[in-house]
């Protein structure tokens, strides 16, 4: 009985070392924030479709820009192009309107080691040349 009992008590020990000496208790990463604008909502084919992007992230208590990051366009959940924020978090997305209809563009930052991913998405709606 008392080999069992201290068997159960180098466990216990062993178990509260482990979770004391692990991770869990690591700094989390900032939360990232981005804003996301289309230049208009209403395009015709052929149409140049815009839209700014800018990345944000927690900087102790402010909000400072990302610079120098991937962020990920998407309409209709195909991949169109990868930007990069410049020294202000800003990106700038151009591509020419294409098949007539209702449409989402997703921009998606994809987070790394240190920022958390963030996205947003918006709809557009492109008509038939006149």
Do not use: C, E, Y
């Not at 209709?76 to 997305?93: F, L, N, Y």
Request: hydrophobic share 50%; aromatic share 4%.
């Amino acid at each position: 009985m008392t080999s069992k009992r201290t068997a159960l008590i180098a466990i216990a020990v062993s178990l509260l070392v482990l979770m004391l000496a692990s991770p869990a208790s690591a700094k989390q990463l900032p939360v990232t924030k981005m804003t996301f604008k289309l230049g208009s909502h209403q395009f015709v084919v052929g149409d140049t479709i815009t839209a700014t992007v800018h990345v944000t992230t927690r900087d102790d208590h402010h909000w400072a820009d990302l610079p120098a990051v991937a962020v990920n366009v998407m309409v209709d959940g195909d991949w169109i192009a990868t930007v990069i924020t410049d020294p202000s978090g800003v990106a700038q997305v151009s591509l020419s309107a294409g098949a007539v209809g209702d449409h989402v563009m997703k921009i998606v930052f994809m987070g790394d080691g240190t920022h958390k991913r963030a996205q947003r998405a918006q709809g557009f709606t492109i008509a038939a040349a006149a």
